[in-house]
T-cell receptor
Framework: GAVVSQHPSWVICKSGTSVKIECRSL??????MFWYRQFPKQSLMLMATSNEGSKATYEQGVEKDKFLINHASLTLSTLTVTSAHPEDSSFYIC?????????????FGPGTRLTVL | GQSLEQPSEVTAVEGAIVQINCTYQ??????LSWYQQHDGGAPTFLSYNALDGLEETGRFSSFLSRSDSYGYLLLQELQMKDSASYFCAVRGNNAGNMLTFGGGTRLMVKP
């Protein structure tokens, strides 16, 4: 089956630093990747949709200058949390679909737990 | 926009059957999906319904009624490992495959 990896699986950083999270589709080409944020015992909130070779589409309320997304290839998307603050601490999950929007199945990465001190 | 409602918590015993309901309101509709998420883990795909009716996959089945904007996930022969959160999700438009997730139902299976 389709496998999506994320790196790192967890990260602890000081307030004000930037953190980059990688999302890779290992055995398929992902024309579209999605970034979600999940707070404890809450649902997944879509942050942005990332399309290979074009700018990401951000959901309302998500600061594009704070959460930088790059989808440089069909197998890699990165999310950079710039100038992280404690309120950015969360579980960040990426997912990928493999045919540009015609499938309803998204394959999720294992998630990255970010803790900002 | 899209909104989905599902119960926040359900408790059942091993071997029992449990049904998790999901009602949705969407501006468009292309299908209802169900995902399972264990604590600390990523969501995993369980099932998808685009048409009315019941889809069965082993112990899990999913049902959809588009006229009622309603679906459910049915888990049979419950096992302890089924304790997890279950999310329904709707794809409301044909652009970009974006999913909107419900709040999740935390299922606790007791011995």
């Amino acid at each position: 089956g389709a496998v999506v990896s994320q790196h790192p699986s967890w990260v602890i950083c000081k307030s004000g630093t930037s953190v980059k999270i990688e999302c890779r589709s290992l055995d398929f080409q992902a024309t579209t990747m999605f970034w979600y944020r999940q707070f404890p015992k809450q649902s997944l909130m879509l942050m942005a949709t990332s399309n290979e070779g074009s700018k990401a589409t951000y959901e309302q309320g998500v600061e594009k200058d704070k959460f930088l997304i790059n989808h440089a290839s069909l197998t890699l998307s990165t999310l950079t949390v710039t100038s992280a603050h404690p309120e950015d601490s969360s579980f960040y999950i990426c997912s990928a679909s493999d045919n540009g929007g015609l499938s309803d199945t998204q394959y999720f990465g294992p998630g990255t737990r970010l803790t900002v001190l | 926009g899209q909104s989905l409602e599902q119960p926040s918590e359900v408790t059942a015993v091993e071997g029992a059957i449990v049904q998790i309901n999901c009602t949705y309101q969407t501006s468009g509709f292309y299908g209802l999906s169900w995902y399972q998420q264990h604590d600390g883990g990523a969501p995993t795909f369980l099932s998808y319904n685009a048409l009315d009716g019941l889809e069965e996959t082993g112990r899990f089945s999913s049902f959809l009624s588009r006229s009622d904007s309603y679906g459910y996930l049915l888990l049979q022969e419950l096992q302890m490992k089924d304790s997890a959160s279950y999310f329904c999700a709707v794809r409301g438009n044909n652009a970009g495959n974006m999913l909107t997730f419900g709040g999740g139902t935390r299922l606790m299976v007791k011995p």
